[in-house]
């Protein structure tokens, strides 16, 4: 094996673990958005806004937003300044309402992540 083609077995090597990498982010990233789908009542595309707005104003990483989104999910814990920007953040959003099934309801969910309200 020559050095310009270990060279490039070291790149591919390296290439096939970003494309891991990136798979897995965008999985845990999807997961998250479906949450914000499911407990902040909004579409799929306002939640991504949601998970990038919390992101940019909290000075996270986007992709761990959506993990701590995912244990807030699965053990109801959510670090105070997350609770606090993602409650801001999807109440500014607000829930979508799908045409024809009359006024929003109220929150069916329990405490609204950060503040022990409803």
Same mark, same amino acid.
């Given at each position: 094996?020559?050095?310009?083609?270990?060279?490039?077995?070291?790149?591919?090597?390296?290439?096939?673990?970003?494309?891991?990498?990136?798979?897995?982010?965008?999985?845990?990233?999807?997961?998250?958005?479906?949450?914000?789908?499911?407990?902040?009542?909004?579409? @799929?595309?306002?939640?991504?806004?949601?998970?990038?707005?919390?992101?940019?104003?909290?000075?996270?990483?986007?992709?761990?937003?959506?993990?701590?989104?995912?244990?807030?999910?699965?053990?109801?814990?959510? @670090?105070?300044?997350?609770?606090?920007?993602?409650?801001?953040?999807?109440?500014?959003?607000? @829930?979508?309402?799908?045409?024809?099934?009359?006024?929003?309801?109220?929150?069916?969910?329990?405490?609204?992540?950060?503040?022990?309200?409803?």
């Amino acid at each position: 094996m020559t050095h310009s083609e270990a060279d490039r077995i070291l790149e591919l090597e390296a290439e096939v673990g970003q494309l891991r990498e990136a798979m897995a982010s965008h999985a845990v990233v999807d997961q998250a958005i479906g949450m914000m789908v499911a407990f902040g009542r909004v579409t @799929p595309d306002r939640g991504w806004e949601v998970l990038k707005d919390v992101s940019q104003h909290t000075n996270i990483k986007l992709r761990n937003v959506a993990e701590l989104i995912l244990i807030w999910g699965r053990r109801g814990e959510i @670090p105070a300044d997350i609770g606090a920007a993602l409650e801001e953040t999807l109440d500014r959003y607000g @829930p979508t309402q799908v045409p024809g099934t009359g006024p929003e309801p109220g929150p069916a969910q329990g405490p609204a992540p950060g503040t022990g309200r409803g």
